[in-house]
């Protein structure tokens, strides 16, 4: 019997594919990777899995590489998508993908698979990474299968599917929009947010960060120390990457620091409404731009900053693992090194 | 008798160098490029300029001028030196250069005279833009000049040497930084600003922007109208190009839009701190990037962005009137045609 | 009855579809783009077409156009794909897509065919060009279509087609490899050079020049003028852009020069070997490189040089008619201009 | 007494340069730097310094690092100055100044002193060089000295001086221009070059390659290996980097490859023609190249073939040990590596 590894957060989408996977022949390894999203809690998550039929269940804690190694390079190449979209989603799927391929390995897996819908960007993004860490890797993308959609028109029928099959959902108020959260930034798109009459931040319901309005009328100082253009510590205390960003997710929260809303082109082609909030993320950003004013050579800089749209195309897309991907690496770590 | 047109404007640098011109024997034609700077009335300008010696003085309004054909079309390209600094000292120099240059061929004058220092990025700017205009064209730099700057090697000197000559200076209280207005945004140096430990949106005493903090605590709306990605009209108001600067400098000012504090890289090599506010212009550029996130081809966007930093650059370093530039400025008014 | 506009060379490719496209229920109008390709006499191809059912058939010169309008400004980019291919194909490519959709609108054809194969680049840039004069364009390429595949496994079945419906099919001797024309070049691929451990200039057989060992050892002047960086004359003799390509093309041919063989990037994804051939070409990108030497500002030299290998990029891969080209069009009109 | 080194080459410039230093109350130490530049016997040299009365002489023999640290890594970038130039005096230049600076902290001399003229590019190369590698270095530049220039207005006053000195000076028939051999290539420039209706190809007597027309008619084939994209062996045969080199330039000289003629923009702002013949470096570059088509991936060779004019700029401008420059060879360090 084949056997595959589900990339599973609990929620719906992955609670039904966890279920039609098992139909199609399936054996299913879940594994939750944990990059900061709000989550009930842990045990429930894998009992859930296994209520649903999975033949192992797993939570892998990536919080700290996510930070540490996919949102600090970036920070350094001061990358962002489209001049302002700081890409705390694009970061953390090639994470995933990772993730998967290596317990695929480990439990012998066959192929992989993932919840992503077929316009979005994450599609590309887990499909990208895991044919660079394994050409040979077979991916399923059910939403992008005609027989799943046409199972699976809309939401009704993916909870009815669930009750038939006994698995526990939780009746969810509908909500405005969809939003996507990691202990980088959270993402909010769709729904109301796609038409563009409504003010954006004053839709969204906001979880990391007070708006500037209701922000302290007051100057809050903060210290963020960097060893080699890396953040190493805030307010003199040394701490972990994790840490540093939790800290400053804090800090910038509530000062109202890192909000934006935009429209963004995606990958896939079409244009798509964004709102975003990611304030640790921002407050390192700009004083990661303010420690380089202060060290960086001209030349460099500037070159720099013509490349540095290009890397943010190549986060955003999902190129992550490809040779050009490594090579400007390359080049910044020399740059920051100095 | 050779003589000369001086980019004149009033304060104590350029009135020493009008006294001293005619010692060198020069007629001395003053021209007095309003940028928007703040300034006495008119009319005493130019009876200054009189009182000085001056063959002729005249006043030239170019800020209509500075707004649509300088400041607009970088705005256009989302050009900001080192990632934030929005030009507007910049952008004014090439055409001072200008103005001073169709002045001296109308009165026949043999040399163009500015009174910018020598470490500075405006002795550049106005000798490449003068240059450009005019190989042939005969630049005199007085702070550039060894025997001048040890004629007046401090403040004290050149008052006496006015005074010596019968020119009324008037009495400033010594400003703890230098700054330098025009209609599109005062900058800050020098001074106090030049220790880094002093935090320059602190010490700086803002003349078109109240501080964030002391902003209202509420939403100001404001419509901003583009055609082919220049602004036309502000609150459905059609306006000259000067008219929505100045209306967005108020609406941007009293919402504490548009200051930044940074360390920049000068043409000539050294590294410079610089406090900016520029509100009107914040707006604009904010503004026109959301238009061009709903209208513009992904594939050129990228490209454009790619190549801003080096529109950046090209106006910083004062090659407003070069073949590059030229080129430049080709690519972005076909991008913004459509 | 819908009916449709097929690209019609009058080889074996187009004769089958002008048949298949009759039962699948279109009207064809046959139209033959003339791009200097070598061809039987146009009589005949006008009535293959008609016996094989077309319409309308009709020969479009567009020679000088592909020239002028083509190839002379990606000349002027000094624009080569990976470093050294002159793009003469992809060139050619959306002006065919132009002309068919030109005609398509003037006998009311509801669709676009095209006889491009599909793991070529040549279905991409016929596709993105009438994609982009027609958003609205039904575009059909058989080759793309499972059923037209299936029934047409080889070159057997497609002769034994044509011979069931009557229409005559020259009996060629397979060549070891295959072959694309026009007054600008010509293409060798597939077939024996597919082996790398061939030299691909030792087995093409060459249409347009000597190799460099059969050239005379002796040279040969030749003095080729520009205007604006535009050819206009060959030894002197104002000539239209064909008129000029085509002396060229017989300078450079005796004297064995623009022949390349290299392996190239095909936007589809795959590797490719490519043996080209473009004597006139080469000589025009040679002596209009001399030309710039002698007049182009340096920077802006240097700017066009890194933009050059994008430029050809978009032609390569198909997007003549884009935003991000025309805004590359416009920059660099602004720069010959000078 | 105040000590240098001098970039000593033993011929008339710094033969006379070394008397003068002397004058001026210098210690010279006479380094020459062999670059595999033609050159009497090496005791002949020594002993000329001495006479000269140099207080040490010594030549160092870097010609395996010039071709493996300098030319290797330009030409893994494919880099060539505006277009067609392949660097070999620009690469030279850093080194030069990297070993007098080292010889001269082994002497604990105060200042180093080369003789390149004042319109050249050789003076900014030679001294950026230097002072990157110590920014406290002294670099005395006669040639831009007035001074020294008002002393030795030509070459009779050199040759004058000289003799006065009781230095011997060979008289050498005046050449129609001047050239510069090393190991890489030979440049030729100046003189009859300075005329744009003189063919340079025709004019220049070639000291590496014959011309195409009196090359064999006959195909030679030559097998060149790398690992990872280094040259390592020459027709199967191991060979050091200079090895190499060498091998190429008989075998690419004796086929007439590797000249050219252009007119170049000089860092210092003048247009000049130059000659050259690179036979061997220029097999290089080509059979690198379709090394890299074979082998790189798409995405990556498109970015770098749009930075390898940057990287060809700073070598020929003299950025060698730059941090920009830095930044882009661990770019294509990691690039080579796959």
């Not at 019997?1 to 299913?28: F, H, K, N, R």
């Not at 960060?209 to 190493?232: K, L, N, R, Y």
């Not at 975003?276 to 800089?301: I, K, N, S, W």
Request: charged share 20%.
């Amino acid at each position: 019997m084949p056997s595959c590894v589900l990339a599973y957060s609990g929620g719906l989408d992955t609670s039904v594919i966890l279920l039609w996977l098992q139909e199609q022949g399936y054996d299913v390894h879940a594994v939750y990777v944990d990059l900061g999203q709000p989550c009930e809690d842990r045990a429930a998550i894998l009992e859930k899995a296994h209520t649903g039929g999975a033949v192992s269940a797993q939570i892998v804690d990536v919080q700290e590489e996510l930070c540490r190694d996919f949102a600090f390079p970036v920070l350094q190449w001061q990358a962002k998508y489209e001049s302002i979209y700081l890409l705390g989603t694009s970061i953390a799927r090639p994470l995933i993908s990772k993730v998967c391929l290596q317990i695929a390995r480990e439990v012998g897996a066959d192929a992989y698979v993932h919840g992503a819908t077929g316009k979005g960007n994450d599609q590309c993004r887990f499909q990208l990474a895991a044919e660079a860490l394994d050409p040979q890797v077979q991916v399923v993308a059910p939403w992008r299968m005609e027989s799943f959609r046409s199972q699976f028109p809309g939401r009704t029928e993916m909870i009815d599917y669930c009750r038939e099959k006994n698995i526990p959902v939780k009746a969810t108020a509908a909500k405005p929009y969809s939003s996507d959260e990691n202990c980088l930034h959270i993402s909010y798109e769709a729904g109301r947010l796609e038409d563009l009459d409504v003010n954006g931040v004053g839709v969204v319901d906001f979880g990391m960060t007070v708006s500037p309005q209701a922000a302290p009328d007051e100057v809050e100082q903060v210290t963020i120390s960097f060893e080699s253009g890396m953040p190493v510590a805030v307010n003199n205390k040394q701490l972990p990457a994790l840490g540093i960003v939790q800290t400053l997710n804090e800090i910038g929260g509530r000062n109202g620091v890192g909000r934006i809303d935009m429209v963004e082109n995606r990958f896939v082609g079409m244009k798509s409404r964004g709102v975003y909030e990611a304030p640790g993320m921002t407050l390192l950003y700009e004083t990661h731009m303010v420690l380089e004013q202060l060290t960086v050579d001209r030349e460099l800089m500037h070159l720099r900053s013509r490349l540095a749209p290009e890397v943010a195309e190549l986060v955003y897309y999902g190129f992550w693992y490809s040779p050009k991907f490594d090579a400007l690496l390359a080049f910044n770590r020399e740059a920051q090194s100095r």
